[in-house]
């Protein structure tokens, strides 16, 4: 019953801004984690950020300083702010939570392009 839906991708400019939103909805009593991850054809996806339910955050070197992840508890949602994007931050853009008891689910991904 558990979903997690991604919005907010789309086409922008190098050095432009994008706001992804995540929200997990259903049988969820306590979300331990929600984390942004990114693949491109041929490469295995990678983390980008994640925020851990006692509020610490974890980055990827290739974004640190440029994204900011946060979350609304409140409504199970997480958000990346991206700025200053470049092109190889072209991918699609997958959310997941990790929620209970060792459970977890994966968004179907928001696409990012950053192109001139």
């Known amino acids: 019953q558990v979903q997690v839906v991604e919005s907010g991708g789309g086409l922008v400019q190098p050095g432009g801004s994008l706001r992804l939103s995540c929200a997990a909805s259903?049988?969820?009593?306590?979300?331990?984690?929600m984390g942004w991850y990114r693949q491109v054809p041929g490469k295995q996806r990678e983390l980008v950020a994640t925020?851990?339910?006692?509020?610490?955050?974890i980055y990827a070197d290739s974004v640190k300083g440029r994204f900011t992840i946060s979350r609304d508890n409140a409504k199970n949602t997480t958000y990346l702010q991206m700025n200053s994007l470049k092109p190889e931050d072209t991918a699609v853009y997958y959310c997941?939570?990790?929620?209970?008891?060792?459970?977890?689910?994966w968004g179907q991904g928001t696409q990012v392009t950053v192109a001139s």
């Open positions: 925020i851990i339910n006692d509020g610490r955050t």
């Open positions: 259903g049988r969820i009593f306590s979300i331990n984690a």
């Open positions: 997941r939570a990790e929620y209970g008891l060792g459970h977890l689910n």
